[in-house]
Every structure is written in structure tokens, then in C-alpha cells.
């Protein structure tokens, strides 16, 4: 791993350069025994994915002075997402300096979204560790100053179904699926109606002209009655 390369590319230089090599290391690189070091990024990811909130809903809240709470939680969901994220990832190049398991690596994980969005938060939270708030917040937006951007001005869409899958599944597998509840108009101009199911509840409810378009609006409202779905 050539902590120096990435560096230059995220354009931070650590005084700590342990808490760069623990932010780039899989669980699975030391699950198989193959370093001496004992930390692997979770810790800082746990870390990295609260300042990352932190630093995106103090930055909206300040620029965006007459917009409500919920456009402005909306709007902080689509640049935080595990997407969004994971291309930003791609962007500077982190799955090329990340220390994998042989297994993760052989199936693909240098390129896996999950495996990268945890590693850009990961880099956040030891970010924070070694230079402090300022410091971090100052690099997160120059770093999502392009999804930021994009979202604020409407170029960047949300996924409804990827995100709610996202707060569910936070803590773990959990079953997910959509119902076709209904079907009215014919066939020409259909109207199609979803229910999200969770843990057997219906959480939210939508319609649409194609049947993943009424899952995106359930998606949507489950998204919005965030507070009220109990994980």
C-alpha cells in the first residue's frame, strides 16, 4: 500500500499515519492473518459515517437558509448515500490501495460499492482523528464538493429503493420486499400501486405509471416516515 501516493491524491497529509493504513484495511485482510497490525477500518467507518452527517447537514443548513427540514434531509440523504459515496471512491482511486482478503479481493471487492463507501468514511473519521473538525470539514466538502453540487441543484437523483434498503439493512440482513397491491386503467394507462413490506408491516405506500416507479414512491414514503419505522 502506498500511503504516500494516496495522499497526494486526497491531498492530505497525515501526521498519523497509522489511522490512513487502519482507514484503508479490510476486516478481511486481517481475518486471514496477513498483517501484523491489529486495526482494520470499521472503527473509523463507525466514526467517518456520524462527522460525514454532521459536516453535510451543518453545510446545507448554513447555505441553504429558506429551505425546510425535509428538503434539506432529503438532500443530505442523496450525497451521503452508499452510492454516491462509492463513486467518489472511484473517483480518487481507493480500491487500488486497499489491504483485502484474498477471498474479498478474488470476488471483486476493489470494485464493490459497499466495501468502498465504507472506506471513503473510514478516511473521514481518521481525517477527524488527526487534524480535528475544521480540518475535516474543510475536506469532505473540497471531497463531495462536486455530489453537493449536484444535489443541490437538482442533477442528482435519489434512489429511493437504494436508500431505504441502505437504513434498513444498516445493522444487518434484514427481509425487504414490495407488493403489487393494485392495478387500475387500462392497458394502455396503467396505474399500478406498492406497498413496502418490513418485518410484516407495510411502512410505506406509493403509485406509478410502471410498477418500479410506484416502488420508488413507496420507498419514498417509508424514506419520509423515517421516524416512525422501528428497526
Avoid at 462509492?86 to 459497499?114: D, F, K, P, T
Avoid at 408491516?201 to 410502471?210: D, K
Wanted: include cysteine; charged fraction near 25%; charge should be negative.
Amino acid at each position: 500500500m502506498n500511503e504516500l501516493e494516496f495522499q497526494k491524491i486526497i491531498q492530505y497529509e497525515f501526521k498519523n499515519i497509522n489511522l490512513l493504513k487502519n482507514a484503508l484495511t479490510h476486516s478481511s485482510y486481517l481475518n486471514e492473518g496477513r498483517a501484523v497490525q491489529t486495526g482494520n477500518n470499521e472503527r473509523l467507518e463507525f466514526l467517518g459515517d456520524a462527522i460525514l452527517d454532521a459536516v453535510i447537514s451543518d453545510h446545507l443548513y448554513r447555505r441553504l437558509e429558506h429551505v425546510e427540514e425535509g428538503e434539506l434531509t432529503k438532500l443530505r440523504a442523496v450525497i451521503v448515500c452508499e452510492r454516491s459515496l462509492a463513486s467518489c471512491g472511484m473517483h480518487v482511486g481507493i480500491g487500488n490501495y486497499l489491504q483485502l482478503g484474498r477471498g474479498e479481493e478474488n470476488s471483486g471487492g476493489r470494485q464493490r460499492n459497499s466495501i468502498l463507501a465504507d472506506a471513503m468514511e473510514a478516511v473521514i473519521g481518521a481525517v477527524y482523528l488527526d487534524g480535528g473538525w475544521d480540518t475535516v470539514k474543510n475536506y469532505v466538502i473540497r471531497m463531495l464538493s462536486g455530489l453537493i453540487e449536484d444535489a443541490v441543484s437538482g442533477k442528482l437523483h435519489m434512489d429511493y429503493k437504494t436508500a431505504i434498503q441502505e437504513k434498513l439493512q444498516a445493522n444487518g440482513e434484514a427481509e425487504i420486499n414490495y407488493v403489487i397491491d393494485k392495478e387500475e386503467g387500462p392497458d394502455h394507462d396503467k396505474t399500478f400501486y406498492a406497498n413496502l413490506i418490513f418485518q410484516g408491516s407495510v411502512i410505506g405506500s406509493g403509485s406509478g405509471r410502471s410498477k418500479k416507479e410506484a416502488e420508488q414512491h413507496a420507498a419514498k414514503q417509508a424514506l419520509e416516515r423515517g421516524g416512525d419505522i422501528v428497526l
